[in-house]
Nanobody, 120 residues
Framework: VQLVESGGGLVQAGGSLRLSCAAS????????MGWFRQAPGKEREFVAA????????LYADSVKGRFTISRDNAKNTVYLQMNSLKAEDTALYYC??????????????WGQGTQVTVSS
């Protein structure tokens, strides 16, 4: 599975962005999907995850109520809608695919990342 993120950019605090992650292959619906982020000088952290069917979702406390993860299995794409962005959301955002749904589940495939920068 190859993953390609897009949609990052520079936005003012309080603004919104929608990230997309397009997956190759015909087995996209077999994978749980996750979004992670890594800020300079910090470890990579979990942001959100969605089950294979899209019925179940998980969020980090820091983004709960502001970010929404969704997927379109017909388009082999997972999305991360980010609202009310804060300066501390600035990071390189990665999508990942794995066989197990969860925040700490092992993810087998990773994208290259898309940069999100929030100016205060």
């Amino acid at each position: 599975v190859q993953l390609v993120e897009s949609g990052g950019g520079l936005v003012q605090a309080g603004g919104s962005l929608r990230l997309s992650c397009a997956a190759s292959g015909r087995t996209f619906s077999s994978y749980a999907m996750g979004w992670f982020r890594q800020a300079p000088g910090k470890e990579r952290e979990f942001v959100a995850a969605i089950s294979r069917s899209g019925i179940s979702t998980l969020y980090a406390d820091s983004v709960k109520g502001r970010f929404t993860i969704s997927r379109d299995n017909a388009k082999n794409t997972v999305y991360l809608q980010m609202n009310s962005l804060k300066a501390e959301d600035t990071a390189l955002y990665y999508c990942a695919a794995g066989r197990v749904f969860g925040a700490k589940a092992p993810y087998d495939y990773w994208g290259q990342g898309t940069q999100v920068t929030v100016s205060s």
